[in-house]
């Protein structure tokens, strides 16, 4: 089975955070996702090693993606070549048509490799000729794969984008979302009721009210977007 979009994070959790609500927009309307975490997210702060990814398979049901973890290590993730060409591989065997990825902003050093990373593993995905390039011939058996489109989740550890490309209503899948990250009780103190929780769906209730509705999950993207018909848009709060 190959997937028609994935998102690619450092984390576990970073997906749900950032566009949860979107993933189980997508899901419901029939694409296959697949969430791709660069490492298991160990040490997690509250639990015992190998729950956080439990807790994250868990999350992803709910919000009716796949899951895998790459094997990198949590706090040293970095742009490197083999990790490119691994994505790379990756994007080649499962085809997706969208690609989300953390920007290169935030100050988590895990999170800000990953814009980088993705952006070259989607370049090095359409490209021919890997069985010449020395180091690269893991590619060299996978077809070229062009992703149509790569888009950038705000990751919460930025500052509140006050630009951004476009957004998502998720207010109709907010609650899901919400049931997502309660999951990470390994890194959240649910229970409690998590501060950090509560900022997250502060935020994106702040960019739903730029738009007049409950929640919002914004994206950026390196390319301009452009719509066959511009009806496609919803209602602007101001016209
Ligand atoms: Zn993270």
Redo the contacts with the bound molecule.
């Keep these: 089975m190959t997937y028609d979009l994935m998102v690619i994070?450092?984390?576990p959790?970073?997906a749900e955070?950032q566009m949860g609500g979107t993933l189980a927009k997508l899901t419901q309307s029939g694409k296959r996702a697949l969430i791709v975490d660069l490492c298991d997210?160990e040490p997690a702060e509250f639990a015992a090693p190998g729950t956080r990814r439990q807790q994250a398979m868990r999350a992803a049901q709910l919000l009716g993606a796949d899951r895998v973890f790459l094997d990198l290590q949590d706090r040293f993730i970095i742009d490197t070549i083999p990790t490119r060409l691994k994505l790379a591989q990756l994007i080649r065997r499962q085809r997706p048509d969208m690609v989300f990825a953390?920007t290169d902003a935030c100050i988590?050093p895990?999170?800000a490799a990953i814009g980088p990373l993705v952006d070259a593993a989607v370049f090095y995905a359409r490209l021919k000729q890997w069985e010449q390039v020395p180091g690269g011939q893991q590619l060299a058996d996978t077809q070229p794969w062009v992703v149509k489109r790569l888009f950038f989740p705000h990751?919460k550890?930025e500052p509140v984008w006050g630009d951004f490309a476009f957004a998502v209503d998720v207010s109709a899948t907010y609650a899901l979302k919400k049931r997502a990250l309660a999951e990470y009780s390994s890194i959240f103190q649910v229970a409690q009721g998590d501060q950090l929780l509560e900022l997250y769906e502060a935020e994106d209730m702040h960019m739903g009210r730029l738009f007049g509705v409950a929640y919002a999950e914004v994206f950026k993207s390196h390319s301009p977007l452009m719509v066959a018909d511009p009806t496609v848009f919803q209602p602007g709060l101001h016209g």
């Design positions: 994070t450092a984390h959790d970073d955070v997210g953390t988590h895990d999170h990751c550890m």
